[in-house]
């Protein structure tokens, strides 16, 4: 039986294989990385983008987001969803940025280790492992594994991860398993997977590219050739 870290690096060449190793995502700024990710908890990629350029549209800088009424961001941010508990998370986190290094900018951490961004990210109000990690990939370079919810159903499905560990602890277990140099293709290529193929309701197993690999692909392809 091979080992956990050897059957995620063959799942995540296999993957690679099939939909490509480039990030096929725009860099941001920290700033914008951070706000843009608080804005889709909860919701779809369409919907945040809505409310990030609709907020920016309204006030063009982080200044003035962080100073406007808060009326005025949960009206713009309304297409993301959840808007009075976000708009309220995206001000407090400015302010306590300012408070913290006298002007809005994350790029600082660039030159912190890994654990210190990290470490600092999650202080701040609507902040957690995913969010975090998200900003420390795409925006700082950092190595981190972000899971997001079709990742950490994908790789339960694969027997990656334990079925009731927590997301906090599959980010540090998903890490271990799988390769930094390819932490933003692996992370994007999974979800990718998770809504086209391993689908919440009815995964497509007998479509699935890594059924031979996955435990719940293989029972499903033997039931349905018994039936």
């Not at 993301?80 to 006298?102: D, F, H, S, V, Y």
């Not at 109000?125 to 700082?140: C, E, N, Q, R, Y």
């Not at 930094?180 to 990718?192: K, S, T």
């Not at 998770?194 to 033997?222: H, W, Y």
Request: include cysteine.
């Amino acid at each position: 039986m091979p080992s956990l870290q050897a059957r995620a690096r063959r799942i995540s060449h296999r993957l690679r294989m099939l939909y490509g190793e480039a990030t096929g995502r725009e860099r941001l700024p920290a700033l914008d990385e951070l706000v843009c990710t608080i804005l889709s908890q909860n919701t779809n990629d369409a919907n945040r983008d809505r409310a990030f350029l609709a907020l920016k549209e309204a006030l063009p800088t982080w200044e003035a987001v962080r100073d406007a009424a808060p009326g005025e961001v949960i009206r713009a941010i309304r297409p993301a969803g959840l808007a009075q508990q976000k708009g309220p998370r995206i001000q407090e986190a400015l302010r306590r940025i300012t408070n913290e290094r006298g002007r809005l900018d994350l790029e600082f951490l660039q030159v912190q280790s890994a654990e210190e961004s990290r470490k600092w990210l999650r202080s701040l109000p609507g902040v957690g492992p995913k969010t975090a990690s998200i900003v420390m990939l795409f925006a700082l370079g950092h190595a981190a594994f972000p899971v997001d919810t079709h990742i950490y159903r994908v790789t339960q499905r694969l027997g990656l991860r334990p079925a009731h560990q927590s997301y906090e602890a599959a980010h540090v277990h998903l890490a271990r398993l799988f390769e930094p140099q390819w932490y933003a293709a692996d992370h994007l290529n999974l979800i990718r997977l998770g809504r086209e193929v391993c689908q919440a309701r009815r995964p497509k197993c007998t479509e699935c590219p890594l059924c031979r690999m996955c435990p719940v692909g293989r029972a499903t392809s033997r039931r349905a050739r018994q039936a």
